[in-house]
C-alpha cells in the first residue's frame, strides 16, 4: 500500500485502539495516536533495508532521500524492478513483534497498541498483494 493509504488505515485503527485506553489521560492517548499513524507510515522504510540487501547498494534510499516528493507520490518505482513482497511482510512481522514484546517489558496497554497497528498494516499489505485492496 502506498503511505497515505497506510496513514488512513493507521489514523481508524489508532483511533479505535485509544478509545479502548481510558485509563490514559486524553492527551496521552492523543500522542498514542499520533505515535500509531506515524508507526503505520515509517515502519515501511524497512523496504529500504531489503533494497539494500537485494541490490548490494543504497541507490534506492539514495534516490529517495533526493527526490521525497518523488518517493511519496510515485511509490510504485522507487524500487524499480526489485521485488519485495515476501520479504517487507516478513520484515514487519519480525520488527513488529520485536517492538510489541520491547514495548511490553515498559507498558503492555502501549505494546498490544502497537501490536494492533502493525497488524493491520500488515493485513492490509497482503489485502494489497491478494489484490483485494
Given amino acids: 500500500m ?4 497506510h496513514a488512513a488505515v493507521g489514523a481508524v485503527v489508532g483511533a479505535i485502539g485509544v478509545a479502548a485506553l481510558r485509563r490514559f489521560s486524553r492527551p496521552v492517548r492523543t500522542v498514542l495516536w499520533a505515535y500509531g499513524l506515524l508507526l ?3 515502519i515501511d522504510l524497512d523496504h529500504f533495508l531489503i533494497a539494500r ?3 548490494g547498494d543504497w541507490s534506492h534510499l539514495r534516490a529517495a532521500v533526493a527526490d521525497p516528493v518523488w518517493a511519496f507520490t510515485d511509490q510504485e518505482s522507487v524500487f524499480g524492478e526489485l521485488t519485495l513482497a515476501f520479504e517487507r511482510l516478513l520484515s514487519h512481522t519480525l520488527l513488529g513483534g ?3 514484546l520491547g514495548l511490553y517489558l515498559l507498558s ?3 505494546a498490544a497498541y ?3 497497528v502493525l497488524y493491520f498494516h ?3 499489505d497482503i489485502a494489497r498483494e491478494a489484490e483485494l485492496a
Avoid at 502506498?2 to 493509504?5: A, F, G, I, M, T
Fill in 98 to 100: 520485536l517492538l510489541t
Fill in 108 to 110: 503492555p496497554a502501549v
Fill in 40 to 42: 503505520s507510515v515509517f
Fill in 2 to 5: 502506498k503511505s497515505h493509504e
Fill in 122 to 124: 500488515v493485513l492490509a
Fill in 53 to 55: 540487501a537485494k541490490a
Fill in 114 to 116: 502497537t501490536g494492533l
